[in-house]
């Protein structure tokens, strides 16, 4: 019998001996090792078969070799001073170790779970306060106005204990230099951008065009080009851009942290050059080098956070559920008006001009951003689509984009000066835009007097210099594309530009329906 001091196995796959045996142990290594006397074996990791008593050998299998012990019965001393190691030439592996979830993760889950607390917490306080006796409840009322200077000193300590951890979490906005809370490091969402991309990889998996499909050069090309002429910016340099074409007719785009861009075919289809389609990718590269993500979910984080006690005042203080519904419903329509909605249109003003920043230093004519939004405007007009009060959505309304733009555009101008870059042609792209806006929809007019039945929901009339129902083939065409048939000796030089001299004001198409932008743009 071989006298062994050992701890039970505590699961089928992990075992563990801490006490020192004295055994003699042969290992073995099953590719071939040579049998080998060691003197020691200070503990066994990652166990997955134990021994017998009678000698069958005990594998032991990781992420490493694997390594095989057997114990000899032959033992003259029952205890062993020594400590004994079992090596084979190679050492042993431990899984890798678990990595943590990234916080704002973790916040997502636990969100909904912290409003149910709340409203569990207020109904009891509801229920406790409405049991009590009327004379405990008096005695209450006078404890608390007898101590009412003490409670409002611990309110305004935890007070100033809240601004002070906000004033520790302040960050200096990239590039435009503002002050924002930023509670969620760019890091943390850098891991959770990670694991939404693979899911929207998954999600688009059937939807996707291929790389070898124009559209998708063209964009992936532009989106490089502007990497490029941008890359003195560390957050620019600092991430690897990728383009990804959706098949969806809908008119978005969006970008995650990491710097996967997801374009729509039906924001392809909107644009109408090159410079259109820069200044859109422009747009949402700002987002990401800006951190919009993480700042906007910071402000949602502390927003939720504070509307918790209010939440659960809302549930302690009203005499009935249905009007503790109510009023919860009332203050997340109310957060939204006055803290969300709000703060997402500045956002998007900070990325529109950013954006044409992005755009200028890659020699695109900027002039082509207010067009776009023109044209947005006018294919909601005629897709007959009701457009909701900017008050309510978290986009600003297509209109104000194109002053706030039409403002950012002398700014953008000169920084295209200052960089080495092909001079603009001298028409005004937003002039002919108006022109050309105005001649046809005096076409439409003289259509309708002839047509009177057709007279209340004209048509732009299609001409040659129409968009397609694809993407412009001025996207497509090599020399709108690139400045130079040496791509790559163009982009390393010092000055690459995307020249196109293909109109921007090219006539709006007859639009399709949902062809509404998203909240990617």
């Not at 001409?463 to 000796?489: F, T």
């Amino acid at each position: 019998m071989v006298l062994l001091s050992v701890s039970l196995f505590r699961s089928s796959r992990f075992c563990s001996l801490s006490a020192r045996v004295t055994r003699n142990v042969q290992v073995y290594k099953q590719a071939g090792c040579p049998p080998k006397k060691t003197h020691s074996v200070s503990s066994l990791t990652g166990c997955q078969r134990a021994a017998t008593p009678t000698g069958p050998p005990v594998l032991i299998r990781n992420n490493g070799p694997t390594v095989c012990f057997q114990i000899s019965p032959k033992t003259t001393s029952p205890f062993h001073s020594g400590p004994v190691q079992a090596q084979c030439g190679h050492h042993f592996h431990t899984s890798a170790p678990l990595r943590a979830l990234p916080a704002p993760f973790i916040w997502l889950v636990l969100k909904p779970l912290q409003k149910l607390v709340a409203i569990i917490l207020g109904r009891s306080i509801r229920k406790w306060w409405v049991a009590l006796p009327d004379n405990r409840r008096q005695l209450m009322r006078e404890w608390a106005w007898q101590r009412r200077w003490h409670l409002a000193a611990g309110a305004g300590v935890a007070m100033v204990i809240a601004a002070l951890l906000l004033l520790t979490h302040l960050d200096e906005s990239p590039v435009t230099g503002r002050i924002r809370l930023l509670v969620f490091s760019k890091e943390d969402y850098m891991k959770l951008a990670t694991a939404l991309s693979e899911a929207y990889m998954e999600e688009f998996a059937e939807l996707l065009v291929p790389v070898t499909d124009p559209r998708h050069k063209a964009v992936e090309w532009v989106l490089q080009h502007l990497a490029q002429r941008n890359k003195d910016i560390p957050e620019v340099s600092g991430i690897t851009w990728r383009a990804h074409v959706v098949q969806n007719p809908n008119i978005n785009a969006f970008v995650l942290p990491n710097g996967k861009v997801f374009v729509f075919t039906g924001m392809l289809d909107a644009v109408a050059d090159v410079h259109q389609l820069t200044v859109v990718l422009g747009h949402e590269m700002a987002h990401a080098i800006l951190g919009h993500s993480a700042e906007q979910a910071s402000l949602s984080h502390v927003v939720d956070l504070l509307s918790l006690i209010l939440l659960t005042a809302i549930w302690a203080v009203c005499p009935r559920d249905s009007l503790a519904l109510l009023g919860q419903w009332a203050q997340d329509k109310l957060t939204q008006l006055m803290f969300s909605r709000p703060y997402s249109r500045k956002l998007e003003a900070e990325a529109d001009k950013v954006g044409l920043q992005l755009a200028a230093k890659a020699c695109a004519d900027v002039r082509a951003g207010p067009v776009f939004w023109q044209q947005l405007e006018i294919r909601d007009q005629l897709t007959g689509e009701s457009s909701i009060p900017e008050w309510l959505s978290t986009h600003p309304s297509h209109r104000n984009r194109v002053t706030q733009m039409e403002s950012f555009i002398p700014q953008a101008l000169e920084l295209r000066e200052s960089c080495i870059c092909p001079a603009l042609p001298a028409t005004d792209p937003r002039v002919v835009f108006t022109k050309s806006v105005q001649v046809l929809l005096e076409n439409a007019k003289d259509q309708g007097r002839g047509l009177p039945e057709r007279a209340s929901k004209p048509h732009l009339p299609q001409s040659p210099a129409s968009l397609p129902n694809v993407l412009p083939a001025a996207l497509l065409a090599q020399n709108a594309l690139l400045p130079s048939p040496n791509v790559d000796q163009e982009i390393k030089g010092p000055a690459p530009s995307v020249a196109s001299e293909t109109a921007v004001a090219t006539p709006v198409p007859a639009p399709t329906e949902g062809d509404r932008p998203k909240d990617g743009v």
